[in-house]
């Protein structure tokens, strides 16, 4: 028995259990069929928070975060800075979600499956070349980020400054969101009343 303990691979069978408790978290937040709408004016930042982290945490099923966080100021009532604290606390929690992707990476390229690997070397090419300039590009922009951190962790790209990159532009990004659906709630408001 003591040899078939030296011959697995542990490093790998982390990886896969980790990724096996991922999608079984998503499946199962999938099934929920939660009214989002509802947990935004229940739980007001704290949902809005937990929304963006589930919805970056998530790789097989997209999750409404940024329909949710699109109507969030309306839903909210929110002032104007209400809307900037809205945008701060959203990204907060999307940026630490997308530590699930860098760990995957961490653990091994292995994470990367065969259909994904041409997209894997090219982002692989972009991020040695312009480091975190390519991770606040894609955080910025609604092209999927998870082979981002995938590429990160797998290049042993410093945490932090993932984190840092990653937040800031995921910022840009909720800023761009949430002020784009409170001028949205405000025109409806200011045209039927």
Known sequence: ???????????????????????????????????????????GYLGV????????VTILFPLPGEVALFAAPGIMELSWLGVFWLSVIASIGASIGELTAYYAGRWGRAVVAGKYMKDY??????????????????????????????VAGTLRFPVLEFLLFCWAGRFVRALVITYGGWYGWESLRDFFY
């Open 49 to 56: 928070f937990l929304l963006s982290l589930v919805s970056s």
């Open 1 to 43: 028995m003591k040899g078939l303990f030296d011959k697995i691979n542990w490093q790998k069978t982390l990886l896969v259990a980790g990724i096996l408790l991922m999608v079984a978290a998503t499946v199962f937040i999938w099934w929920l069929d939660i009214d989002w709408d509802e947990q935004v004016r229940a739980y």
């Open 121 to 150: 070397e090219r982002t692989a090419r972009g991020m040695k070349h312009y480091g975190g300039a390519a991770i606040f590009v894609f955080a910025l922009t609604p092209l999927p980020f998870d082979i981002v951190g995938i």
